[in-house]
């Protein structure tokens, strides 16, 4: 059974961007990257809202044919066959392939879609993501720590909820981002 999945990069203090909407501090270096690859490849659809998918659909025209093993490449080839649904009201049209645009998010009918899903569904960005958490609808969060302190922003991780997780997998990077897996506990 698939398993609606909720991964984000964050600073120490829990924003996915800070006060000005910077997230160039939050750029994965090779290691990093590489393992957010091996994380994404059993994805088999990406459920995102307007600002993660004006920032991801680079992807959808980044090259893909380095021989060599770019990890760019990889991640362009992972996002490039995965199906991608975009929940947006201000949003006028998709480019990219594989693309579907939805105007609600509606809990229920994802929960159905996951359930009905032969691969796992991601679900990205913090706003969408929060709908999700609240509705108990998300199975696992995967949560990347960058070492930095960034004072404000938006939060990867909305106020006013409580869930009950349990630890799943963990790992230190290099050059100190971690990485801490959790199921939710129902």
Same mark, same amino acid.
């Given at each position: 059974? #698939?398993?609606?999945? $909720? ?7 829990? $924003? ?28 088999? +659809? $990406? ?5 993660? $998918? ?9 090259? &893909? ?10 991640? #362009?080839? @992972? ?10 009201? +201000?949003?006028?049209?998709? &480019? ?12 229920? %009918? ?5 359930? %009905? ?9 913090? +706003?969408?993501?929060?709908? #999700? ?27 006013? @909820? ?17 990485? +801490? ?6």
């Amino acid at each position: 059974m #698939a398993r609606l999945i $909720y991964t984000t990069i964050a600073s120490l203090d829990g $924003y996915v961007n800070d006060a000005s909407g910077g997230f160039e501090w939050a750029a994965p270096d090779a290691e990093v990257h590489a393992f957010v690859n091996d994380l994404e490849r059993d994805v088999g +659809t $990406y459920l995102c809202g307007r600002r993660l $998918y004006e920032v991801m659909v680079y992807w959808e025209t980044a090259p &893909t044919d380095d021989p060599d093993g770019d990890i760019g490449h990889d991640y #362009a080839r @992972i996002w490039q066959a995965a199906d991608k649904v975009v929940h947006s009201r +201000t949003l006028g049209a998709v &480019t990219s392939a594989r693309t579907t645009l939805v105007r609600e998010f509606d809990p229920e %009918s994802v929960a159905r879609f996951v359930a %009905s899903a032969d691969r796992d569904v991601s679900i990205g960005g913090p +706003t969408l993501a929060a709908v #999700a958490l609240r509705a108990g609808i998300v199975d696992e969060l995967r949560l990347l720590t960058v070492p930095v302190v960034v004072g404000g922003g938006t939060r990867s991780l909305p106020d006013g @909820i409580r869930l009950d997780l349990e630890l799943l997998d963990q790992r230190r990077f290099a050059a100190g981002a971690t990485y +801490t897996r959790y199921a939710v506990r129902r």
